[in-house]
């Protein structure tokens, strides 16, 4: 948490006030307690308030909000779930929350198209019991309850991605409300286009700084016919990551693929109630007819057998494989609950397949000279893992600490030709990471971008990348 | 073709021709015969020939053609394969050509990540070719011999796009070069990655407007284990069309779903040498484990049988499915060959799956008024398919009508939430149906990114979208 926020603002300008409770009534506010709600996330950072929050409750009240705060020069930050983990949504130059987990419509579900498009402010749960009678499902998974503008706009994934692609992959189009507040809608519900340049794509992942997510369309999937979840632990570190490495260099088309540390599994045990054995563990998932389902796991067993994996144990009843998943999900609580009141920080590297080995390992080591507890996790098929961090937010030591370690785990991957963030977005966080990936010459084209949709700097301002240039070092 | 082009322009200018020579020596050429074979593609467009060529062979070579060009407000136009359909790489507003065929090195193979880089210029049968020895696979085959510097260009895809995805999805990264000549890299071989703007999206597609691209990183996949292809015919065009919404709407991993008229195998039969029966039909090819393989043909001619398709033929041995899928790629030439002297203007509308029959039939009804004969064909698992128009390009009649039942299936197609080219680009002969397809918020937001990135317009210019805003209709 290297980063310097100056606390010191001018107040929101009365006329600006006037017209959003004129607009909003009492869906305006600037009450303490609604502030400070929108001023955190998950990740480790202080609480930083916006000035006022404004609750949308259709995309004419995003353009309202839009124009009111660029005629004042003030600041917007969507907010959605607020289950970023980069300090995405916090007001650091203050300015108004546009809150739109009000927009919680699913506008139309496109059965036979295996389609949906839903209001930014749907979460992934929902939109996935409105689809119950369909016999589809969206299948992208972060693990939070997140909302789809959110996902759209951190290009979340998951746990499935190794098979069905992350948010890139997923949306098909959205509608936007820029900074001037004009409303503009990208793709169309083709599954495939080459119709001008890929809007829909560049704001898939730009976490609010070029525009305000409305509503996002995206693919839907027909709910596979069988699933099994195995889980299968390994004496050694290596031979878990060697097992996933082998299925997915064989194309087996794995739903699921989860690395967990021993102590790990240990956490887990202890929050979830679960009796698994404290080792290197692979959780599964296979989906799809019953003879493929069959055949891909007969495959990974065999490799897993290989590699000494053992304990291979099954999960097909749908409440037994929820129950594994749960457990799963739950990683982020489990590990916080093992050391009360840590803060967790997340690291979050991708790196190609053929480096995950080294690149986990190596995680591994850097964190053997933590003075605090760590453990891992991830969707090691996509050849990204989390190393959480559980430091004592009131221990600068170890705050400082955990940041050096962030970075040379970052560094390690980014060295392999990977990336500092698989999923989470850069936020505040991953600022000085993603300068250091892309360069000065991408970043350019990306302030390019920004200057050119955002003139006045007033879409989430400040994450992402500095709109000045790198100072070059003094020699 | 209703543009309008102007011949007269100024010569280039002396200093640039003396800093392209110095530069360049033979590699830059003025010859009347390698303008006009850089001023022509498969498009219907009479030539417009560049008033130079060079021949890049290093990235280095487009730093300095850009430098150049750029200093002396000369226009640069990126030259592949010549296989645009859409008048991509015609001249209208001269310049220099700048061929990137002999940029033709696999830059690395990471088998084991699966990934590959190329330089722009290598084709996708050479990278093929290259990849032999390796068990993987280039599967995005838009049917020409295309360049993948091209192909990332007008975010391609092909016959294998129903289980790959496009280019879109299998592009990983770019190395570009801006027009101010800096060369910028994108994206990492990472498989996703949540790190910025989407910056390797944005130029796929960009059709040369925003950069020239100089290496392309891919995705590659496993050689499947197993592979049959299938022919099968319909009594009616609508048989085959649901037969293909039921695989898809199933979940069936097609690999590969062709549609074919009539006429359009009668053209095959003729040209090909093959025995096809003439009636509507589809060819399929599935991929996987032997297993898969199975289950997957099992569960299609399940569907077709319901719909009354007959001759359900296999090729399952490696010589007899290439002869199949040569006989599919040569549609185009077959087509041109039933009449002698004719071009092919194609259309590439792409709709959402469930609307494919009334897309396709709609088509095929507004063709019965053609004074020309027309075929269809196309990509139909997704959604994606081509009328070809055969006209003749000495008659103005026949070319106008040509247009106006293009644009009569384009806004069949765009009415239905589909778009006016799934795969083939926009160049300069969709200009009016991607205004009316992407509206003129969606245009202005292009507007930003273009003049962002090439504040000069010399990049491809007068390609994609007009610069200028659209003018109101007058009352």
Known sequence: MTAHFSTVRPPLPDTLVSEL??????????TQA???QHGRDESAYPIMPPDGVVFAESTDDIVATLRSCT????????????????????AHQGGISIDLSRMNQVLAIHAEDMTATVQAGVTRRQLNTALRQ???????????????????????????????GSMRENVLGLTVVTAAGRVVRTGT?????????????????????????AEVTVRLYPEPEAAAAAVCCFEQVSDAVNAVIQTIQMGIPVARCEFLSANMIGAINAHSKTTLREAPTLFFEFQGSSEGVKEQSQQVQAIAHELGGQDFEWATRPEDRSRLWNARHNAL????????????ISTDTCVPISRLAASLEGAAHILT????????????????????????????????????????????????????????????????????????????????????????NLLNPGKMFSLEPTPAPTA
Chains 1, 2 share one sequence.
Not at 71 to 90: D, W
Request: hydrophobic share 40%; net charge negative.
């Open 71 to 90: 005629n004042h020069g003030v600041p917007v930050i969507p907010f959605g779930a607020g289950s970023s983990m980069e300090g995405h949504v916090l």
């Open 189 to 213: 519900r083709a599954r495939k286009s080459s119709a001008g340049y890929d809007l829909t794509r560049l704001f898939v992942g730009s976490e609010g700084t070029l525009c305000v997510i």
């Open 333 to 344: 609580f489990a590990a916080q609950q093992s050391r009360p009141g840590c803060r967790v």
């Open 34 to 36: 609604l502030r400070e």
């Open 21 to 30: 409770q004129a607009h909003f009534g009492e869906r305006f506010s600037r």
């Open 134 to 164: 369909t016999g589809l499902v969206f299948p992208i998974d972060p693990g939070a309850d997140a909302s789809l503008g959110g996902m759209a706009a951190t290009r979340a994934s998951g746990t499935n991605a190794v098979r069905y």
């Open 369 to 456: 000279q933590a003075p605090f507890p760590s453990m891992l996790v991830g969707h090691v098929g996509d050849g990204n893992f989390h190393a959480l961090l559980l430091v004592d937010p009131d221990s600068p030591h170890e705050m400082a600490i955990a940041e050096q370690l962030n970075e040379r785990i970052v560094r390690l991957a980014v060295a392999m030709d990977g990336t500092c963030t698989g999923e989470h977005g850069i936020g505040l966080h991953k600022m000085p990471y993603l300068a250091e990936e892309a360069g000065e010459d991408a970043i350019d084209l990306m302030r390019i971008v920004k200057r050119g949709l955002d003139p006045l």
